[in-house]
């Protein structure tokens, strides 16, 4: 089992048929997620092209995570929660100058995506809108978004199988709306079978 200290983040490689199970060990905490075609980078997840080809916003058990060549990347094949997110990117620091008025240094997960993704030469450009694990983002009659508590408790996971071999950013999310207001640890295991 490998942690993610809270308000860090991961880069690592998975081999096409590699399982990789994100857990959230204390509850409450969001972990965003990129994906890149380890052959080429320039590939990459793609919330517009998933949303599309699932046909749905709320993305979860049995459903496929997209790369912008409209290729399968990952399977979902365990959800104990059941609420992600693909409409948000990734917080960065200008979301919190601009969302929470702070203007002082904050860890983000943008910062910890592109940092950890430079070993594969990933530049910061290059870092897409982020599959958001266990983030609870709720959506009015009128369009209107609001980020609320994640519903996962401890223990809640979720189970991918690469569909191809992928370069992975993980984090666990420095925002506090994201997070119910606090910041917890992300677990994460590779399974090779």
């Not at 980078?41 to 997209?66: N, Q, V």
């Not at 240094?105 to 592109?114: A, D, G, I, K, V």
């Not at 594969?120 to 980020?147: C, H, R, W, Y």
């Amino acid at each position: 089992m490998n942690t993610i200290e809270k308000q860090t983040g991961t880069a690592f490689k998975l081999k096409n048929g590699e399982k990789l199970k994100v857990i959230d060990p204390k509850g409450q905490q969001v972990s965003d997620m990129v994906l890149f075609n380890a052959k080429d980078p320039r590939e990459k997840i793609s919330g517009g092209k998933t949303l599309d080809f699932e046909e749905s916003i709320l993305i979860t058990k049995g459903d496929h995570l997209w790369s912008n060549r409209s290729n399968k990347m990952m399977e979902i094949i365990e959800d104990t929660n059941g609420r992600n997110d693909f409409l948000l990117a990734p917080c960065s620091p200008e979301t919190f100058k601009i969302m929470y008025k702070n203007d002082a240094y904050h860890p983000s997960c943008f910062e910890n995506l592109h940092t950890n993704l430079a070993k594969f030469n990933i530049e910061p450009d290059d870092i897409p809108t982020a599959f958001n694990i266990f983030m609870n983002v709720q959506f009015a009659a009128n369009g209107k978004l609001s980020v609320d508590p994640p519903l996962s408790k401890p223990g809640d996971y979720v189970l991918f199988e690469a569909k191809m071999d992928l370069i992975v950013g993980l984090t666990a999310c420095s925002a506090e709306d994201s997070n119910g207001g606090s910041f917890k640890p992300i677990h994460y295991e590779i399974i090779n079978q």
